[in-house]
């Protein structure tokens, strides 16, 4: 396939990427141009991790989850019989059937995309004609296919991503062979040790389409700046320390080459906070956490898809991912030791959690939705980034990199 080369000049990208004191946003285009998000998607996402969701969500052999990565392309996440995760198209080798979509609908949904689905099961029949694959994509039956001379039913299989699990996260990747994702984060390791997210599990996974560029969301949910003005009337940030450690007014460490983490760790008022109205964590805190430990919280980017943020009695992650130049599925939950869903009140105490979350949102989505229709304006500015605007700063010069080194693949293509 021909690379695709940016309808966007590097040149007006590049400031961007300055440090911040100096940086301007990326053109608006980066967030509304259907040509740039086509180039945006073959330099990042189509070469680097997406995250699926977690280990947890199936935890024995058949157990699967469907997802759709970048907006078009079906996969389904299983366990094999050895226990170990495939992420595998479900586009049927046949005549491109999904596989996991239902053998039949009501009228009113007729005309719907395939829902995603989970479950457990011990192959994959597709409906339509009942070709039938096994957990590791093998094709194992195929009707009156051995009436065809030639035909080698060992040949077909459904085509296999790159998959990497990290702390308990599963990712994968369109790559043949892409650089394994844990030691580009090992930076983190040391800051996360205590929160043990391998072990804890995930609540019920929630899909949401979103109207906005992906890039609007992972800049909002990572923005300093906008904590203490937005949300104002929300949440008492000005509590939060202001050493240099703060997430408000520091930054993160800078990106290491290679790396795919931006974040940190930042400090809050006071012991064990929470995202909700009594500013008080919901939950017990986190036992393997130091007392240190629960004045802080850890925001990490996982670029380009994953983001979380670590409290001291949970851990909120969010897999987003484009499905277009003015769209992106955010797919999140919340993670906890296991012990802590055991608790009594827990489905109580988890509602009143998620409103307190969502409660941001409420501020946060209409934000991000005007500022999409505002990036389409003619007026729309490259404007000046705020000492607080660190991560726009990181990201953009983590995407430049990227988005540079496919230019320079597509100029030596020809
Ligand atoms: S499309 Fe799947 S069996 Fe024909
Ligand atoms: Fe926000």
Known sequence: MEPIRSPIPLAEMEPAARPVHTAIGLPPACYTDADFYAFEKAAVFDTEWLCVGRSSQ???PGDYFTATLLGT????????????????SSICQHR???I??????????????PPECSGSTRNFRCPYHWWTYDLDGRLIGAPEMHQRPGFVRSEISLPQLAVEEWQGFVFCSFAADPPPLGPRLSAFDEMLANYCIKEMVTTEPEMLPMPFNWKVFAENFMDAYHSLRLHASLYDFTEADTSNETLLSGTFPPLEPGSIGIGGKGRTGFKDR????????LFPPIATLSEDDRWNVVYLYVAPSLLIGCHSDSV????????GAGSSIMTSGFLFPESTTKLKLFDQLLKQHTRGIELFYDQDMPVAVASQRGMASRFA?????SQQDFFRAQLAEWLIERYRAAEEAATSHG
């Open 58 to 60: 199936i935890p024995e």
């Open 73 to 88: 392309e079906p996969v389904v996440v299983v366990r094999n019989r050895d226990g170990r995760i495939n992420v595998m």
């Open 96 to 98: 491109a059937m999904c």
């Open 100 to 113: 996991t979509a239902p053998a039949e609908r009501p009228k009113d949904e007729w005309f719907d995309p």
């Open 274 to 281: 929470g995202m909700n109205p009594t500013q008080s964590a």
């Open 316 to 323: 909120h992650w969010l897999a987003v991912q484009p499905a």
């Open 381 to 385: 500015p490259q404007g000046p980034l």
